[in-house]
């Protein structure tokens, strides 16, 4: 985290925490432009040397243009935004096919094609308008595909604003995996019984939602110059996570996250996992969210783990310390807490002998425990493993043997919101060590031999 990322999260304590989010969503690699423009580029997107993941993620930032335009690669698509969640936005133009009354005046196909990165087919619509139009938008799968819309009317008044249905507009998805297209569009007679009203046929590919039908529009001939938003599913490499997983050098996800298989086209996209938020492609990317600040879930007094958070009560009082729990409430003297107090009337050689005979109880119990922790530990083959292991260790390879207590802090004292499986020989949890690494601990049952 930079110096201006820790005064936004400073002043953001006092305030509100979305800005602490843009600002952790934004990062770049360290040394690396954040910024072309407005336009946040996160890794691994880059803009410079190093600064991007592979070469379909390099950003050309072109200062010429005030303020500064980003483009795809080398290319000339512009972007406008880019999403973490594996998603980026660029701008392109409509094709056009327009009449006068000698027939055809001007036509423009329009179309983009990508290196690696396919056009969302759930984000985006393929959209015609026109009144005498034919919409076709093709490109290659492997194969070339080809699909498209008609849309017809007779008069401006059958048109209904900002619906897309097939007069005056039309709308069909973009089949999934396609990495390019091209709209072509025609007419079934010149626009010759339409052109007082609609000279031109449109036909564009757009982020739903983005563009809102009007019936203004089948007369407006500015559309070929307008640009229109298009989603681009961005994956890292061309594998699946357990292919990646394999090569840990190139594989992209890094401390806690993980790693999501693409559902448009190959390859993977990581995830800060729950509890974390920031960009998962940088070392220390993923950084604990304070839930007690952002949430503010306790009464009592709150305490925030890598990954998690529990509420406990201060001394004296008692309770789970949640809000939406039983809170905090002081403690009740009862009768039995009020004992020491009666004892101290009836005598103070009664107290000694008391507290003489307990701490001596609790001494025996103490050692007992000790001796069978130590029993068990030799019984369960500890001794040999810690010998294999010191041998290993001049090697340079290692493991670590870790006690009760650090097992105990990392599933924050084996609380059930750690557990992740249950199988017959014990109880799996998700741990979190000093360290913030995630493990998974495995309890078994007391007593199972086994
Ligand atoms: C970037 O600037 C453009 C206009 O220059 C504006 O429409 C857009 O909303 C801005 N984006 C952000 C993220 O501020
Ligand atoms: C980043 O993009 C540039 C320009 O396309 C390319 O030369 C470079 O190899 C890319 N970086 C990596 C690590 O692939
Ligand atoms: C920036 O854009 C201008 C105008 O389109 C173009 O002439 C120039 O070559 C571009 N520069 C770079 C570095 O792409
Ligand atoms: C129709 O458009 C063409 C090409 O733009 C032009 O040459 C022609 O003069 C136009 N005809 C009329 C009648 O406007
Ligand atoms: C279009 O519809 C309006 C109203 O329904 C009507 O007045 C007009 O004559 C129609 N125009 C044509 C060219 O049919
Ligand atoms: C449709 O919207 C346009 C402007 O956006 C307006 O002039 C027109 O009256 C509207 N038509 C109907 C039928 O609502
Ligand atoms: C689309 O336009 C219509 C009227 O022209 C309006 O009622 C509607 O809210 C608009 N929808 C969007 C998503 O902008
Ligand atoms: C449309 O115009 C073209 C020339 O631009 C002409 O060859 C064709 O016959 C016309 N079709 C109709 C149905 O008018
Ligand atoms: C489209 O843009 C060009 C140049 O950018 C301009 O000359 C032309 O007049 C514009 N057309 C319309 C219909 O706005
Ligand atoms: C996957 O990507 C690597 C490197 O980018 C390339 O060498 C390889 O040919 C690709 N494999 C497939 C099946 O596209
Ligand atoms: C209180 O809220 C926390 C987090 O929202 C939840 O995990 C917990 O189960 C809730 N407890 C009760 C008793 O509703």
Not at 8 to 18: D, G, P, S, W, Y
Not at 80 to 102: K, P, V
Request: aromatic share 10%; charged share 15%; net charge positive.
């Amino acid at each position: 985290m930079d110096l201006r990322c820790l005064l936004k999260e400073i002043a953001t304590f006092a305030v509100n925490l979305t800005i602490l989010a843009t600002c952790v969503a934004g990062h770049a690699k360290p040394g690396c432009q954040s910024k072309c423009g407005n336009l946040s580029i996160p890794y691994p997107f880059g803009t410079g040397n190093g600064c991007n993941i592979s070469i379909n993620f390099f950003i050309t930032c072109n200062t010429t243009f005030n303020p500064p335009k980003a483009f795809l690669t080398t290319g000339d698509l512009e972007v406008l935004y880019i999403s973490l969640d594996g998603y980026l936005r660029i701008q392109t133009a409509a094709g056009y096919d327009c009449y006068n009354s000698s027939g055809r005046s001007s036509y423009q196909i329009r179309g983009i094609r990508l290196a690696k990165f396919p056009i969302s087919h759930t984000k985006n619509k393929f959209t015609a308008i026109g009144c005498d139009t034919y919409a076709y938008v093709q490109g290659s799968l492997g194969h070339t595909y080809s699909t498209g819309c008609l849309t017809f009317c007779y008069n401006t008044s059958d048109g209904i604003n900002g619906s897309c249905s097939g007069i005056g507009c039309c709308q069909t998805v973009i089949p999934k995996g396609v990495r390019g297209y091209s709209v072509r569009l025609s007419s079934s007679y010149n626009h010759s019984y339409v052109l007082d009203f609609n000279p031109c046929s449109y036909g564009f590919v757009v982020e739903d939602g983005a563009y809102n039908f009007s019936v203004s529009h089948l007369a407006d001939n500015s559309f070929s110059n307008k640009t229109f938003p298009i989603i681009l599913d961005w994956t890292i490499g061309n594998q699946t996570c357990k292919e990646a997983k394999m090569h840990p050098l190139n594989y992209a996800c890094k401390e806690n996250s993980a790693c999501i298989d693409a559902e448009n086209g190959p390859g993977y996209l990581c995830k800060c996992v729950y509890g974390f938020q920031g960009n998962p492609y940088l070392l220390h990317g993923c950084q604990d969210i304070n839930e007690c600040d952002k949430l503010k879930p306790c009464s009592g007094t709150c305490h925030n783990t890598p990954g998690s958070y529990y509420c406990s009560c201060p001394e004296g009082f008692e309770g789970d310390g949640w809000k939406n729990g039983t809170g905090c409430r002081p403690k009740v003297v009862t009768q039995s807490q009020s004992f020491p107090v009666l004892v101290v009337a009836l005598g103070v050689s009664l107290l000694s002998s008391l507290l003489f005979s307990s701490w001596v109880y609790l001494g025996l119990k103490q050692r007992k425990l000790t001796k069978l922790k130590q029993q068990n530990f030799q019984q369960n083959g500890g001794t040999l493993l810690r010998e294999q292991l010191s041998k290993r260790e001049e090697c340079g390879e290692t493991a670590k043997i870790f006690t009760a207590e650090e097992l105990k802090n990392a599933t924050n004292n084996y609380h059930d919101s750690r557990i992740v499986g249950r199988g017959g020989q014990g109880t799996v949890y998700k741990g979190i060590l000093s360290d913030g690494r995630s493990v998974a601990i495995k309890k078994s049952i007391i007593g199972d031999q086994n």
